[in-house]
């Protein structure tokens, strides 16, 4: 009977300790590699999602129907012309080391709308501005304004989310095929979560 009282009163072995804090230390290491992808993700996100948003509005753009404002003679007629908006003349920060380990809040009125609209030109063309901090520099390019089969458009979003000189740099591609303005289904990224 004493003998069973002694075992039941007995705490937990060195090895019984070891075992529990080894799993501890496995389930940190874990936690800490989930919560560093999840942060991660969530950055390039904003990429991903600002990319989509301009191809939409270049696609929007290019869409629209764009004739003459003047009047037309009689028995003249304008011809529908379409094109994409000219690359902007400022990316959004101006610089990456604006964004390099730390977020950029921009100037909506100033910084999107940097360029001429009527021109055709920059993000007041596409319309698209970020009113919240961003982790990324925004631009993108067109090689021509016309309807040619072969007209490319390019979005970009670099950044340096730690700081570290690394660029991660998102990209969204689009084309003029056939009169109709085409998105890429997908991104190219180069060290997304660098």
Known sequence: M???????????TLIELMIVVAIVGILAVLAIYGVRKYIANAKTAEARNSLGQMGKDQATEFEKESMIGGVLGVGASATNSRSLCL??????????AQVSGKKFQSNPAADWNADNALAKTGFACLKFAIDAPQ??????NSNATATTPGTTWAGIANGDLNGDLVQSTFTLNGSVVAATFLIAPNLTELSPEE
Not at 87 to 96: H, L, S
Not at 135 to 140: A, E, G, I, K, Q
């Open 135 to 140: 982790y990324y520099m925004y631009n993108f």
């Open 2 to 12: 004493r003998k069973l009282a002694r075992k039941a009163s007995r705490g937990f």
């Open 87 to 96: 690359a902007p003349t400022v990316t959004v920060p101006g610089t990456i």
